[in-house]
């Protein structure tokens, strides 16, 4: 089997590539509108970028009907967005701000989510989540063709608030996280990190 780009559908081009970029993580983000409504909405198209300056990408598609979603509005219109990441205990809440409300509700009040004030930026953190990343944008850059545009948003973190029960201070890491990631196939499929394996790299 092979898949030409140019000769499938959006559909079928969507299906394609969540169904072999996978585990993705998911990057859940809040944002603030210019009437100081709360929005937070799940995004799997997400990644780190680099640590020095420390950024994380991701894309933001439109709506089916073509039109902007209120995350990348209130993007473009603070330059500020608050990345939480999603655990397993999250996972149900995370889902249901995935849902097209309208832009003046907060999916904060509808999923009963506690909005935290970030220390740098106006956008609010999700309560539960045990960590938040403040971002600021770097870049934004458009990719594709009316009414199917995606924007590609390079943030430049700013601050990680970390729960102080995953950091171990000896080795400086962050330990016992579990997150969920997002998979692709029939049924809206996710998974856990717990099964994990060591691979020592090599060295020649």
Known sequence: MKYDPNSLEHRELSHVL????????????????DRGIYNLAPFSA??????????????????????????????????EFVINVVTEDLAEAMNKTSAPYPRDVSEYDE???TPVKADLVKAPMVGESPINMECRVYQILEFGEAPRLSNLVIGEILLIHIADELYDKQSGRIIGLKAVGRLGGDGDMYCRVRDSFQMKRPTL
């Open 111 to 113: 999923v009963g989510l």
């Open 46 to 79: 997400y990644s780190m970028v680099g640590a020095r300056p420390m950024l994380v990408c991701l894309s933001v598609g439109t709506t089916r009907d073509g039109q902007k979603k209120d995350t990348i509005l209130n993007i473009e219109l603070t330059k």
């Open 18 to 33: 969540t169904d072999v970029v996978v585990p993705r993580p998911i990057a859940w983000v809040s944002t603030v509108s």
